[in-house]
C-alpha cells in the first residue's frame, strides 16, 4: 500500500509542484489548501480538501481521524518579507497558529514525519560564506522569525513527543515545468526572476531594489535553486524519516550565489531584454548575500541539484509566455 502524505499549501507555487512530484514517486496525496495564496488549476488533477489551518482546526482534525497519513510535508506559510514588516500579526498569526494547529493534530493521530518548508531567512546576514546549517541564527525580519521560531519548536516536539522532522532552508526558489505546463503565479509577486520576465515581455519598466550592498556590482546576491530540484529534495527528506533517519535541518540550494544584475544579465541571454531596467532603494531587511553551503544534503539525504540558473530563467519565461495571466 502507498504512503499517504498531507501536503498542506499544496496549490500553491512551490507546493503544486511537490504534489505532482509525490504523485509520480508513488506517495498518495491529499491536499489541504484554503486557496488564499494557491490556485485550484494547478492541482486540478489531485484530491483538494478546502481547510484553513488557522480558523479551521476541527476540519483539519476530521480529515485526520478520516485518513491514515504517514507524514505531512508542511508548506501553508505567508513568505513575503516586505509585507511581514508592515503586517506582523498577519505573519505571527498564519505561521505560527497554523502551524502549531496541525502539530496538535498530527500528534493527537500519532502522524509523526514531518517535513517543514523553512528558510535561509533564518540566518539573516551571514557570518560567512557559504552558510552552513550550524551558523548563527538571527533574522532580519518577521517572516525569517516566524521560520526560526518554527524550527526551535520541532526542537522541542521531538524531545517530549518523538515526532520526526526535517526542516528543509530554502534559498531562492525559482523556475518552473520544462514544458511550461506548471508555474510560479502569486497574487501579489515580489520575486525578481518572475517580475524581470514579465517586464520583459510587457516592455514594462523594472525596478531592482538597491545598487548600494556590500557586494562586488552593489545589487544583493542570492542562491536560486530550480523548484524542481527543491521539491525532489523533499521527497528524498521523507524517504529519510521513513527509513529511521534522525531530525535534522538542511540547506537546499546549489551553493552558489549570482547578484540580481547577474540575474538581469542572464534574463538578457535567453531573451532580449525590451524593458527598462532602474535602480530604486533598497527593501528593509534584505540581508546583502546568502548562499548556500549544500554538502550536507547531498551526504545524508543523497540529493543533488540537477539545474543551473541559465534553466531556471528558460522554463520561467516559457511558463509566462505560455500563461500571460497566470492560472
Known amino acids: 500500500m ?19 512530484h509525490l504523485a509520480e514517486s508513488g506517495y498518495d496525496v491529499v491536499i489541504a489548501d484554503n486557496l488564499s495564496q494557491g490556485h485550484k488549476e494547478a492541482v486540478k488533477d489531485f484530491r483538494l480538501e478546502l481547510i484553513d489551518l488557522v480558523t479551521e482546526k476541527e476540519k483539519l482534525d476530521l480529515l485526520f481521524a478520516k485518513e491514515r497519513f504517514d507524514g505531512v510535508v508542511h508548506m501553508a506559510s505567508f513568505i513575503q518579507m516586505g509585507e511581514s514588516f508592515a503586517n506582523p500579526v498577519k505573519y505571527y498569526c498564519n505561521n505560527l497558529t497554523g502551524a502549531i494547529n496541525l502539530f496538535e493534530v498530527m500528534i493527537n493521530h500519532k502522524v509523526a514525519n514531518f517535513i517543514l518548508s523553512s528558510s535561509a531567512g533564518v540566518y539573516g546576514n551571514p557570518v560567512k560564506l557559504p552558510i552552513v546549517e550550524d551558523d548563527r541564527k538571527d533574522p532580519l525580519n518577521p517572516y525569517g522569525e516566524t521560520k526560526y521560531m518554527l524550527e526551535r519548536m520541532l526542537v522541542t516536539l521531538d524531545r517530549a513527543y518523538g515526532f520526526k522532522f526535517v526542516a528543509i532552508r530554502y534559498f531562492n526558489a525559482a523556475g518552473a515545468a520544462l514544458d511550461g505546463s506548471l508555474g510560479e503565479d502569486h497574487p501579489n509577486e515580489s520575486h525578481l526572476i518572475p517580475l524581470a520576465i514579465k517586464a520583459v515581455i510587457n516592455k514594462q519598466e523594472f525596478t531592482i531594489f538597491g545598487n548600494d550592498y556590500q557586494t562586488p ?21 521523507l524517504e529519510y524519516l521513513f527509513n529511521g533517519g534522525k531530525s535534522d535541518f538542511f540547506n537546499a540550494g546549489i551553493g552558489q550565489g549570482y547578484s540580481n544584475k547577474q540575474v538581469v544579465d542572464m534574463i538578457n541571454q535567453v531573451i ?7 535602480y530604486g532603494p533598497r ?38 509566455s505560455l500563461h500571460p495571466q497566470g492560472y
Open 2 to 20: 502507498n504512503k499517504k502524505i498531507l501536503v498542506t499549501g499544496g496549490a500553491g507555487y512551490i507546493g503544486s509542484f511537490m504534489v505532482r
Open 217 to 237: 556590482d552593489g545589487t544583493c546576491i542570492r542562491d536560486y535553486i530550480h523548484v524542481l530540484d527543491l521539491v525532489k529534495s523533499h521527497t528524498k527528506a
Open 272 to 278: 532580449p531584454l525590451s524593458g527598462i531596467i532602474k
Open 283 to 320: 527593501r528593509e531587511g534584505d540581508a546583502d548575500s546568502l548562499y548556500a553551503a549544500n554538502e550536507k544534503i547531498k551526504r545524508v539525504l543523497s540529493w543533488q541539484p540537477e539545474y543551473g540558473l541559465k534553466e531556471i530563467i528558460e522554463s520561467a519565461f516559457k511558463w509566462h
